[in-house]
């Protein structure tokens, strides 16, 4: 069975500069994976080539086997980072869930009832019903995330990527963001996430992808982040908690 | 009696016509324009169709085929705009100034060659609403319908691509048509208004109602409502104005929208003041 997400050896640029440099990884089916590295690392930037609104210099991106440039290549769910959606556009939560389904409606045609049903228990999944006719822009932090991810269910993506969903997030929203995730994983989603907390990284995450440019470690999540990877990947002193323990990696060559 | 003494004549009624379907289907564009922060875009475009207006004046006078001169110069500009700014290598900003400037003197230079030159460079930077005649009404009608079918047909793809252009990608929807498409139906639109309102003021009538309806509501479809009545009658009582104030008709009613768009800002402001 092909994985779910596979990359071989991407590389892109912007303007000139080099962004993502031959990064290769494949991501299977069900899985929760993190992408960590410090800001400026190309997490974004990856993201925006696996959905495909960024070219890649090299290599390929497969979603289930298809290339994602194919038509028939199976749809990738998108949570973006918050500072790149506008809070004050008018739409209502019910709308966004509903852009899940925009290419089911087709051309030319309005949201059946079914498209609103199916928005409508995706809404449910997430525990937003009763905030369905609110303004998107009304919302916490937290349950703005849990919007997009509906948007993701109502599209029937089964790769799911979330751009640094945390940021700005409570720990109890996070909990709950966590929870939908679990049941994500009971229906054989895949999840891919950025974020800049190793911490959480190697805690809750079945997979762990270190990135600055390039894949610098990539491994189960409580292996793969050693010190030397991180040294390298963060090139400067860089400290966070493992097991309750505070752990402090410096590198050798200083400064970035 | 105060509200019929103009209707009795018909350049009044066709401009009256005029103004209110250039104000909504001014609005409706604006209120994607809006959202998308193509403010500048708006305004470069009721600038640089004036090559396009000049080379037709230049070809059949003032009354030769100025309206097919301008939608010419105006498709081919969006499209110009769309293809530089679509590489990144330029800020779109700076992109949009420096073809605006460009061609906006490059239809100066042609209409300063002509001998009726302050005349008609009057006329279309501030509009000539009286003279609309009823074939000009036809045009204004016909293509403000198309540019509103357009937007209603493809509502829910240009939502999405402003919204979203993320998720608009992870659909496969034709976000850069989709966004040419957008570009292409400003232009028609201000080919629509130049007579009605003029290049120099066009921005406003694109942006004002918009913003207004912005501020009063949080869906877009209800936006989009009130942004269009905001516009039509900020024509229809601009015109009523600049009849019985004799000021110049486009000033008047831009200044009617403007004195909308503060009205409801300072309400909204007073409002969440006691709220606080």
Same mark, same amino acid.
């Given at each position: 069975?092909?994985?779910?997400?596979?990359?071989?050896?991407?590389?892109?640029?912007?303007?000139? @500069?080099?962004?993502?440099?031959?990064?290769?990884?494949?991501?299977?089916?069900?899985?929760?994976?993190?992408?960590?590295?410090?800001?400026?690392?190309? @997490?974004?930037?990856?993201? @925006?080539?696996?959905?495909?609104?960024?070219?890649?210099?090299?290599?390929?991106?497969?979603?289930?086997?298809?290339?994602?440039?194919?038509?028939?290549?199976?749809?990738?769910?998108?949570?973006?980072?918050?500072?790149?959606?506008?809070?004050?556009?008018?739409?209502?939560?019910?709308?966004?869930?509903?852009?899940?389904?925009?290419?089911?409606?087709?051309?030319?045609?309005?949201?059946? @009832?079914?498209?609103?049903?199916?928005?409508?228990?995706?809404?449910?999944?997430?525990?937003?019903?009763?905030?369905?006719?609110?303004?998107?822009?009304?919302?916490?932090?937290?349950?703005?995330?849990?919007?997009?991810?509906?948007?993701?269910?109502?599209?029937?993506?089964?790769?799911?990527?979330?751009?640094?969903?945390?940021?700005?997030?409570?720990?109890?929203?996070?909990?709950?963001?966590?929870?939908?995730?679990?049941?994500?994983?009971?229906?054989?989603?895949?999840?891919?996430?950025?974020?800049?907390?190793?911490?959480?990284?190697?805690?809750?995450?079945?997979?762990?992808?270190?990135?600055?440019?390039?894949?610098?470690?990539?491994?189960?999540?409580?292996?793969?982040?050693?010190?030397?990877?991180?040294?390298?990947?963060?090139?400067?002193?860089?400290?966070?908690?493992?097991?309750?323990?505070?752990?402090?990696?410096?590198?050798?060559?200083?400064?970035? | 009696?105060?509200?019929?003494?103009?209707?009795?004549?018909?350049?009044?009624?066709?401009? !009256? &016509?005029?103004? &209110?379907?250039?104000?909504?289907?001014?609005?409706?564009?604006?209120?994607?324009?809006?959202?998308?922060?193509?403010?500048?875009?708006?305004?470069?475009?009721?600038?640089?169709?004036?090559?396009?207006?000049?080379?037709?004046?230049?070809?059949?006078?003032?009354? %030769?085929?100025?309206?097919?001169?301008?939608?010419?110069?105006?498709?081919?500009?969006?499209?110009?705009? %769309?293809?530089?700014?679509?590489?990144?290598?330029?800020?779109?900003?700076?992109?949009? %100034?420096?073809?605006?400037?460009?061609?906006?003197?490059?239809?100066? &230079?042609?209409?300063?060659?002509?001998?009726?030159?302050?005349?008609?460079?009057?006329?279309?930077?501030?509009?000539?609403?009286?003279?609309?005649?009823?074939?000009?009404?036809?045009?204004?009608?016909?293509?403000?319908?198309?540019?509103?079918?357009?937007?209603?047909?493809?509502?829910?793809? !240009?939502?999405?691509?402003?919204?979203?252009?993320?998720? /608009?990608?992870? !659909?496969?929807?034709? /976000?850069?048509?989709?966004? *040419?498409?957008?570009?292409?139906?400003?232009?028609?639109?201000?080919?629509?208004?130049?007579?009605?309102?003029?290049?120099?003021?066009?921005?406003?009538?694109?942006?004002?109602?918009?913003?207004?309806?912005?501020?009063?509501?949080?869906?877009?479809?209800?936006?989009? !409502?009130?942004?269009?009545?905001?516009?039509?009658?900020? %024509?229809?009582?601009?015109?009523?104005?600049? *009849?019985?104030?004799?000021? &110049?008709?486009?000033?008047?009613?831009?200044?009617?929208?403007?004195?909308?768009?503060?009205?409801?800002?300072?309400?909204?402001?007073?409002?969440?003041?006691?709220?606080?």
């Amino acid at each position: 069975m092909p994985s779910a997400l596979s990359l071989t050896d991407i590389s892109a640029a912007y303007s000139g @500069k080099r962004a993502l440099d031959s990064v290769t990884f494949m991501i299977s089916r069900g899985e929760r994976a993190a992408i960590v590295g410090p800001n400026g690392a190309g @997490k974004s930037t990856l993201f @925006k080539v696996i959905v495909g609104l960024m070219p890649h210099l090299t290599g390929d991106v497969m979603v289930h086997g298809h290339s994602h440039h194919a038509g028939d290549c199976p749809s990738i769910g998108y949570v973006p980072q918050r500072e790149e959606v506008d809070w004050n556009f008018p739409v209502t939560v019910m709308d966004v869930a509903l852009m899940g389904r925009v290419k089911e409606i087709g051309w030319l045609r309005r949201p059946a @009832k079914s498209d609103r049903e199916a928005a409508r228990e995706a809404l449910a999944q997430v525990g937003l019903t009763d905030l369905a006719s609110r303004p998107i822009g009304d919302l916490s932090g937290g349950q703005q995330q849990r919007v997009f991810i509906a948007r993701a269910l109502t599209q029937r993506a089964d790769v799911l990527l979330l751009d640094e969903p945390f940021g700005g997030v409570d720990v109890e929203a996070q909990s709950a963001i966590f929870g939908i995730l679990d049941d994500l994983r009971q229906r054989n989603v895949t999840v891919l996430i950025s974020t800049h907390d190793l911490e959480m990284a190697t805690t809750r995450f079945d997979r762990l992808l270190l990135l600055n440019r390039t894949l610098y470690a990539d491994g189960p999540a409580d292996s793969a982040l050693t010190p030397e990877r991180l040294a390298a990947a963060y090139g400067g002193r860089l400290t966070f908690w493992r097991d309750g323990q505070p752990m402090t990696v410096t590198a050798d060559d200083c400064c970035p | 009696m105060f509200l019929f003494e103009p209707l009795q004549y018909s350049f009044m009624l066709r401009g !009256l &016509a005029a103004a &209110a379907m250039v104000g909504v289907v001014c609005a409706v564009i604006g209120s994607f324009v809006v959202l998308r922060g193509m403010a500048f875009f708006g305004d470069a475009l009721a600038h640089a169709i004036l090559p396009g207006v000049a080379v037709a004046y230049l070809v059949g006078g003032s009354s %030769g085929p100025l309206f097919w001169g301008a939608m010419a110069a105006a498709v081919a500009t969006a499209l110009g705009i %769309g293809a530089i700014t679509r590489g990144g290598r330029l800020r779109e900003d700076t992109a949009i %100034g420096v073809i605006f400037a460009g061609a906006f003197a490059l239809g100066i &230079a042609l209409i300063s060659a002509i001998r009726s030159y302050s005349v008609d460079l009057a006329h279309i930077l501030f509009g000539n609403i009286l003279a609309i005649t009823n074939y000009d009404l036809l045009l204004i009608g016909g293509f403000g319908l198309l540019v509103l079918i357009a937007i209603a047909a493809l509502y829910k793809e !240009l939502v999405v691509i402003s919204f979203d252009p993320i998720h /608009a990608a992870t !659909l496969r929807l034709p /976000a850069e048509p989709l966004r *040419y498409l957008l570009l292409v139906l400003v232009a028609v639109t201000v080919v629509v208004s130049l007579q009605t309102i003029g290049a120099g003021l066009m921005t406003a009538m694109i942006i004002t109602p918009a913003a207004t309806a912005s501020l009063l509501a949080r869906r877009l479809s209800r936006m989009i !409502l009130i942004a269009a009545v905001i516009g039509a009658a900020s %024509g229809v009582v601009g015109l009523y104005i600049s *009849y019985y104030v004799s000021v &110049a008709s486009g000033a008047a009613i831009v200044l009617v929208a403007t004195a909308c768009f503060i009205a409801v800002w300072a309400s909204v402001q007073i409002r969440q003041r006691r709220r606080a």
